[in-house]
């Protein structure tokens, strides 16, 4: 129910723009969101947006990455800017409401220096 895409090959500096599609769910009550998984690592915030449009953004992300929706489009984008290595991992959105979430397969992500 949710297809992220967007991932891929960037060098340092650069920049990507993932997005994620949903379907099947009522988009606009969820909270949408941007989760982040490097080898070893746990997985972490990115970003993350609710209904009403209050962003959350985890350590280190802000000003570098913006997080936007489209409730008509039922997406979910994340803009990442200025991209270094240690943002290289696994990208995942997720769609929250309640005790229901949901997750999308992740988009994988490599910044090369």
């Known amino acids: 129910q949710l297809q992220a895409s967007g991932g891929g090959l960037v060098q340092a500096g650069g920049s990507l723009r993932l997005s994620c599609a949903a379907s099947?769910?009522?988009?606009?009550?969820?909270?949408v969101g941007w989760y982040r998984q490097a080898p070893g690592n746990q997985r972490e915030l990115v970003a993350s947006t609710t209904s009403g449009g209050n962003t959350v953004f985890g350590d280190s992300k802000r000003g570098r990455f913006t997080i936007s929706r489209d409730n008509a489009q039922k997406t979910v984008y994340l803009q990442m800017n200025n991209l270094n290595p240690e943002d290289t991992a696994v990208y995942y959105c997720?769609?929250?409401?309640?005790?229901?979430?949901?997750w999308g397969q992740g988009t994988l992500v490599t910044v090369s220096s």
């Open positions: 099947g769910l009522i988009f606009s009550i969820y909270t």
């Open positions: 997720n769609a929250g409401v309640g005790i229901q979430t949901y």
